[in-house]
């Protein structure tokens, strides 16, 4: 799209519009998300669009926008791209990272900049644009096939609690564009052994940035109190973290979050042997 606007290269105008409707689908870093943002952002990831599809109308549940999703976008412009003459080719791109998991620690995804292009209006930028479409898809129905179970990443492990679900929202930072990948997990559900009668929330995210470097970090919400926990690999970054610890504990505060503790931690925490690929249980 840089390329588009300052006119190194010239792609057809309907394709233009659909580049800019899925860039638009990312979470804003303009300015603070609110929570409402965030809702939006996991609501348009693509990870639902079936259960959607499924509802009796096809419509969307009572006050949600009818916006199209990731998924659905991204579908649309392969569509398209193939009317005007690209054709899907199967690839295994390097330095992919990790299957999507509900297992282990979160994988932030770095900001991704142009896989390279050719000037003017060559077929080959269509192609390419093809090629980066139908990876982008196939990351979608991956982290889909973790969520349901049907993968061999849900094998029952030794001491391993797994999240409920996983899902990737694309963040835009200027020109570019970073993943955050975000696990949520419900505990106890008013189980008699919880200590509380009200259910445990977890969640978990990492997020990889040219400006911050790679974060982690696990919320707890249990008995009314919030326990939050973030490692930070980049020593600047701690270090301005830490300048603003209370300003970051006045933030849980006027969320109405009763923070009961909040660690900050130099280093990322020690991870499991990452999958970079995964079998499907195809007969269920």
């Known amino acids: 799209m840089s390329a588009q606007s300052s006119g190194t290269v010239s792609l057809p105008d309907p394709v233009v519009k659909a580049m800019q409707q899925i860039l638009g689908l990312?979470?804003?870093?303009?300015?603070?998300?609110?929570?409402?943002?965030?809702?939006?952002?996991?609501?348009?990831?693509?990870?639902?669009?079936?259960?959607?599809?499924?509802?009796?109308?096809?419509?969307?549940?009572?006050?949600?926008?009818?916006?199209?999703?990731?998924k659905s976008a991204l579908l649309s412009f392969k569509a398209l791209l193939q009317q005007l003459g690209a054709r899907s080719e199967i690839s295994r791109p390097a330095g992919q990272p990790p299957a999507p998991s509900r297992h282990g620690a979160p994988h932030g995804q770095a900001q991704q900049t142009s896989s390279g292009f050719w000037a003017g209006a060559a077929p080959q930028n269509l192609q390419a644009l093809l090629k980066d479409t139908d990876s982008a898809l196939a990351r979608l129905r991956l982290t889909q096939l973790s969520n349901t179970k049907l993968s061999r990443d849900d094998a029952p492990r030794v001491g391993s609690r797994p999240m409920d679900l996983v899902v990737e929202l694309p963040l835009a930072f200027g020109h570019e564009t970073a993943v955050l990948q975000m696990q949520v997990g419900r505990d106890g559900a008013g189980n008699k052994d919880e200590e509380e009668g009200e259910p445990a929330w977890r969640l978990r995210f990492a997020l990889d940035l040219t400006a911050t470097g790679s974060l982690e970090a696990a919320i707890s919400l249990r008995g009314g109190g919030t326990y939050a926990s973030l490692w930070v690999d980049r020593k600047e970054t701690f270090d301005s973290l830490n300048a603003v610890r209370e300003t970051m504990e006045a933030a849980f505060a006027d969320a109405g979050l009763d923070l009961q503790e909040l660690r900050l931690i130099r280093g990322l925490p020690p991870k499991t042997a990452a999958r970079y690929g995964a079998l499907i249980d195809r007969q269920s």
């Open 26 to 70: 990312r979470l804003s870093s303009a300015q603070a998300p609110t929570g409402q943002d965030l809702q939006q952002a996991v609501r348009l990831s693509g990870q639902f669009r079936e259960a959607q599809l499924a509802l009796p109308t096809g419509a969307p549940a009572t006050g949600q926008a009818a916006l199209p999703d990731l």
